[in-house]
């Protein structure tokens, strides 16, 4: 089985959406994490988050976080799904949260323009046909000095990680994605998570995009090892205009 992408990852979302925050909430930890994620995001960019993008924000769970994390934050959540933003923009919001459909890949001809000061991404980058253009482009958006924060599943590299991965899909991810009907997008969650780049390799590629200060930090609970915050900041500009 090849991955899912662009289209037809987001026809799979679509199909999905019912049934996935339900799904979800089976999983330990998994708001508890992504607000800790959001709070470190916080911490980053201090009172310069005023302005927020995030990206992949799917049924709004991440755009919940964000909003609990950055109170007086303007965040606008952006998804290539129509059927999963449509379960997002049904929920209740503070006027200052807003929602776009548009895939990570063509933003501005959705009308997302920056600067942002911050930007979240929660599992997203797995997703992409090509995710340096999407940091490339999450670059640009940013303000000088602007924080980036992607949750992620990420193996550390170690094997019993990677071990407990499978036991957890086997057991657990894939039984429940075939329940929905949707298996399809289960398998492709186990599948992306493996073909992914381990949690340094990451890291580094968010280096070689343009960003400094990247941390890695991990997450508690049974995906200790398997997802990650990954922190980092677009360069100030030097005098001059360079950065």
């Not at 979302?13 to 049934?19: E, I, L, Q, T």
């Amino acid at each position: 089985m090849t991955l899912l992408h662009d289209a037809a990852l987001a026809e799979a979302f679509d199909r999905g959406a019912g049934s996935y925050d339900r799904l979800v909430t089976l999983n330990p930890g998994y708001h508890a994490q992504l607000r800790r994620s959001a709070r470190r995001l916080a911490q980053a960019a201090g009172t310069a988050g005023n302005r927020v993008l995030d990206l992949g924000c799917g049924t709004g769970a991440s755009t919940a976080a964000l909003a609990a994390a950055l109170p007086r934050a303007r965040i606008v959540g952006v998804d290539a799904s129509a059927g999963m933003l449509r379960r997002a923009a049904a929920k209740e919001w503070p006027t200052r949260v807003c929602f776009v459909h548009a895939p990570a890949e063509d933003l501005a001809a959705a009308g997302v323009h920056g600067p942002f000061d911050a930007v979240f991404a929660a599992y997203l980058f797995r997703n992409l046909a090509d995710c340096d253009a999407v940091l490339g482009t999450v670059l640009e958006l940013l303000a000088p000095g602007g924080r980036l924060a992607v949750h992620e599943y990420a193996l550390s590299g170690r094997r019993v990680d990677r071990a407990v991965w499978s036991t957890v899909c086997a057991g657990v991810i894939l039984p429940l994605g075939a329940a929905t009907g949707n298996g399809g997008l289960y398998r492709h969650l186990r599948r992306s998570v493996g073909e992914f780049d381990t949690a340094p390799a990451f890291a580094g590629r968010m280096r070689r995009a343009g960003f400094d200060r990247v941390r890695v930090l991990p997450l508690p609970g049974w995906q200790t090892g398997i997802t990650h915050t990954f922190l980092a900041r677009r360069p100030p500009e030097r005098p001059g205009g360079a950065r």
